[in-house]
């Protein structure tokens, strides 16, 4: 995501996952911590992968490990409220896989914050890469950005 990427909406995300936050979430400043921002990616993301059948967690024999993250924040979160997580495919490699992920509050249009989540499937046992698998494949291009 480079610095002058605009604010995205939610045309530019293809799934909506829901998040309550949570007490816990909220820093001495009475705002969501950043590093919670995280947490709500690596949850959407892997719930959509889990959701799909694709990532079995104890006995799958590829794994997918995070290879890079980022979040730029435009507005500010607190606890109790709800949010909305956008979810989309930025791009598709052989072995990667770049989401983008958008954090909304319920019917605001513009995201309170985006960022970029890079997965890698590895195998388990040697944690070197391996393609993707055509079925997930399938289900990644579903959620192509366009």
Not at 1 to 6: A, F, L, N, V, Y
Not at 25 to 35: E, P
Request: neutral net charge; proline residues 5%; aromatic residues 10%.
């Amino acid at each position: 995501m480079s610095d002058r990427e605009p604010r995205r909406t939610r045309a530019d995300y293809r799934r909506f996952s829901p998040i309550q936050t949570r007490w816990g979430d909220n820093d001495a400043y009475g705002h969501v911590n950043n590093t919670v921002y995280y947490t709500w990616f690596d949850t959407t993301v892997n719930a959509w992968l889990i959701e799909g059948g694709f990532l079995d967690i104890e006995k799958g024999q590829s794994i997918n490990l995070v290879v890079e993250t980022n979040c730029r924040y435009f507005a500010s979160l607190a606890y109790p409220e709800p949010i909305e997580i956008g979810l989309a495919v930025e791009k598709l490699g052989t072995s990667s896989v770049t989401y983008a992920v958008g954090v909304f509050r319920p019917g605001d249009n513009e995201a309170a914050a985006q960022g970029r989540f890079v997965h890698v499937a590895v195998d388990r046992a040697t944690q070197r890469p391996v393609p993707i698998a055509p079925a997930m494949r399938q289900a990644l291009e579903g959620i192509l950005r366009r």
